[in-house]
């Protein structure tokens, strides 16, 4: 393979140009979703109430939700329970316990953090307060199994959830379903009153969602899916029911959610128009990660109206048996990098907020009409390397990837498009 590919071709600086917008206004969109800032503005906007005070916080954006909690209590902060993945926090606030445990697949560390989340919990007496932070991630961090299961069937259970190609709003289902703690579970522990703050990193922004719902009812009607194996419906038949909506314990517990993909993706715009750009907010994205980005790489290419747009979500990727480097958001920017090839002015950027995709090797991708032929030039085939779930290769191939960094947010991934000025008619949003 050669060490890279060639020197853009002569005539090309539009699309880099394109490129590096799509890029910074990422950037933008991600800072807007701070998870330190807006458990700060959340606490200083509505003062806790008075008595004991326990903070614990869990998920990828623990660790700044945690900084952001002593921030605005100041002399009050009575330190905090952190629970974090490796590579999402550098440590734990003054006077914080840091547990690392388990992501994307829980493991002993997650059992832990479930034993001291629940010890916490109901430490706290009846006339204090527990400020609950919760963030994506929190499903895998955050856990104890059924009776009679342990770590390794939860492990099957993710690993299957992550190969199995169903939405989010399925997965998060079976993991409601398959917890001693899910699904509001944990709230039976809880003798004090509760705030939970969330960082939502799920379409509709639901607290019975985000991080699996913990102190919070299960959504209405929220059955398992059609089609799960034997061994799914038994652990979860193995689970303790959750309390239901009208339990009292659910009085004692409000719920706010800080920070969400809509925050991102109006940040997107703020940044936009304050270059001088029109920019247009598409929502949520649905369909498969590749088939996505072929769609949105059409439009961009051909009839998007000149400025910048934006959609947020959680494309599913079905991997094949032997998956190489990628992700979501790889996959996708990769086959939008096909429908661009050859277009000047136009450019994707595609990145989990959280600042991983995938593998973890990195954020994302950023893509433009030079991209396909760079990744070849590298020596990366793009259409085998979608087929192969390995679109991280080629995106390396054409240094087309978003570098991974914590970030201190999870609000779900963030695809930004880029059209310059050029005259072309525009047409409706795929």
Known sequence: MSQGPNPEPEGWSGARRAARLARRLWAAGVAAADARAAVCRALRAEPLPPGPLAVIAVGKAACAMAAGAREALGPRW????????????????????????????????????????????????????????????????????????????????????????????????????????????????????????????????????????????????????EGLPAWVRSMAAAAPPPPPPDDPVFARIRHRVVASNATARAGVLAAAKDAGLAGTDHGLLDGEAADAGRRLGRWLAEAAPPG??????????????????GGRCRQLALAAALALAGRVGVALAAGGTDGRDGTGEAAGGVVDGTTAARAREGGCEPEAALADADAGACLEAAGAALPARATGTNVMDLVVGVRLPNGAAGAEAP
């Not at 709003?169 to 939970?196: D, E, I, P, T």
């Not at 922004?205 to 209405?220: E, F, M």
């Not at 959609?311 to 480097?325: F, K, Q």
């Open 78 to 225: 009575p330190g905090a329970l952190v629970v974090s993945a490796p590579g999402y926090c550098d440590g734990a606030p003054p006077g914080g316990r840091l547990l690392q445990a388990g992501h994307p697949l829980p493991d002993e560390g997650s059992l832990a953090a479930g034993e001291a989340v629940a010890a916490a919990v109901a430490a706290v007496p009846p006339e204090g307060t527990v400020l609950f932070l919760v963030s994506g991630g929190a499903s895998a961090m955050l856990e104890l199994p059924p009776p009679g299961h342990g770590l390794d069937d939860l492990a099957r259970l993710n690993r299957w959830l992550l190969a199995s190609g169903l939405g989010i709003g399925a997965v998060n289902a079976v993991r409601r379903a398959v917890s001693a703690l899910k699904g509001g579970r944990l709230a039976r522990r809880l003798r004090a009153r509760a705030v939970v703050l969330a960082v939502s990193d799920v379409p509709g922004d639901d607290p019975a969602v985000i991080g699996s719902g913990p102190l919070a009812p299960p959504p209405p009607a929220a059955g398992l899916p």
């Open 308 to 325: 910048v747009h934006v959609w947020g979500g959680e494309t599913p990727v079905r991997l094949p048996a032997h998956p190489g480097r």
